[in-house]
């Protein structure tokens, strides 16, 4: 079983800065089978990334997913308000998910 | 507008069963694998169960084998999940979600589970 790594586990930044979040897996991870979805508090969970880099439909080009192997990211370019909020990364063999990473403006 | 509704969570003395319910909406139901995954009280997510097109396959994570039974109606676009011999730690927040080659592209709103005396 692949075991999903995330870090830091609490990011603090200010609206406008760069948020580059980290996703270690145990294993390898195939075929790029990796997704990072957003959670706001008392919300569902939100596709973000699939495929490590796609964009997710309606989602902004401010997120973007890179990596491969067992090294992955997720960056927002420039933090608005809403996003901060949780975040996880998941791989599809076994479904997976990270620990989540909450973003929080300090 | 792709729309999953949960219900039929509530609060269920250990040893208890309940059974969830997710109304599927604004696409072909029958085309997609579906899930089930939960959400304990402050934690991470946690995938449950899933289940083929079809029906003719399902997947269960370990703790849950045994107790747990995920079907589906595509005439209903229904699914569903059948939860015998209720723990503590099956206290969570049950979401329905969409499959779509391994990640979820729709989710619904959740239905709280709680498992308590």
């Known amino acids: 079983e692949i075991v999903l790594t995330q870090s830091p586990g609490t990011l603090s930044l200010f609206p406008g800065e760069r948020a580059t979040l980290s996703c270690r897996a145990s294993q390898s991870v195939s075929s790029n089978n990796l997704a990072w979805y957003q959670q706001k508090s008392g919300q569902a969970p939100r596709l973000l990334i699939y495929?490590?880099?796609s964009r997710a439909a309606g989602i902004p080009n401010r997120f973007s997913g890179s990596g491969s192997g067992t090294d992955f990211t997720l960056t927002i370019s420039r933090l608005e308000p809403e996003d901060f909020a949780v975040y996880y990364c998941q791989q599809y063999g076994s479904s997976n998910f990270g620990g989540g990473t909450k973003v929080e403006i300090k | 507008e792709v729309q999953l509704v949960e219900s039929g969570g509530g609060l269920v003395q250990p040893g208890g069963s309940l059974r969830l319910s997710c109304a599927a909406s604004g696409f072909t139901f029958s085309n997609y694998w579906m899930s089930w995954v939960r959400q304990a009280p402050g934690k991470g997510l946690e995938w449950v169960a899933n289940?083929?097109?079809?029906?003719?396959?399902?997947y269960y994570l370990d703790s849950v084998k045994g107790r747990f039974t995920i079907s589906r109606d595509n005439a209903k676009k229904s699914l569903y999940l059948q939860m015998n011999s209720l723990r503590a730690e099956d206290t969570a927040v049950y979401y329905c979600?969409?499959?779509?080659?391994?990640?979820?592209?729709?989710w619904g709103q959740g239905t709280l589970v709680t498992v308590s005396s």
């Open positions: 289940i083929k097109e079809d029906g003719s396959e399902q």
């Open positions: 979600a969409r499959d779509s080659s391994g990640h979820y592209n729709a």
């Open positions: 495929g490590v880099s």
